[in-house]
């Protein structure tokens, strides 16, 4: 059976979640900085065991912001861009939309204001 890829709707969903959470934020921190880190490096550096690293570790993968590769008989994570970045694009997106709303309500506004201004007795 293969694996559909999810849509954009899905990444953005899971990618939201992911970062809800303070620790996995900072694990994404730590990450970027460091380049690569096994989970143990990670857990000395926060103030959560490895066994729950290994857990937000997990639903950053999952996320597809973070990827494991083994080396030998540690597993070495380091950040992956692509679900973050289609994250930003939403974001972009949606930011611009209401930049548009809103230019849209101030056009009108100050139309508003000059035909009144305009209509009014002296």
Do not use: C, F
Not at 24 to 53: C, I, M, N
Not at 66 to 76: K, L
Not at 96 to 121: F, H, Q, Y
């Amino acid at each position: 059976m293969t694996e559909e890829r999810p849509g954009a709707a899905e990444v953005v969903d899971r990618v939201l979640g992911a970062l809800a959470d303070p620790t996995r934020r900072q694990l994404l921190d730590l990450l970027a900085a460091q380049g690569q880190a096994t989970a143990t490096t990670l857990a000395e550096r926060l103030p959560v065991s490895r066994q729950a690293v290994v857990k937000h570790l997990t639903v950053l993968d999952a996320a597809g912001l973070v990827s494991g590769t083994r080396v030998g008989r540690e597993v070495r994570y380091a950040v992956r861009p692509a679900a973050l970045n289609a994250t930003a694009r939403w974001m972009s997106a949606l930011a611009a939309d209401w930049d548009r709303r809103l230019a849209n309500i101030k056009r009108v506004a100050e139309a508003a204001e000059r035909d009144s201004r305009s209509t009014r007795p002296d």
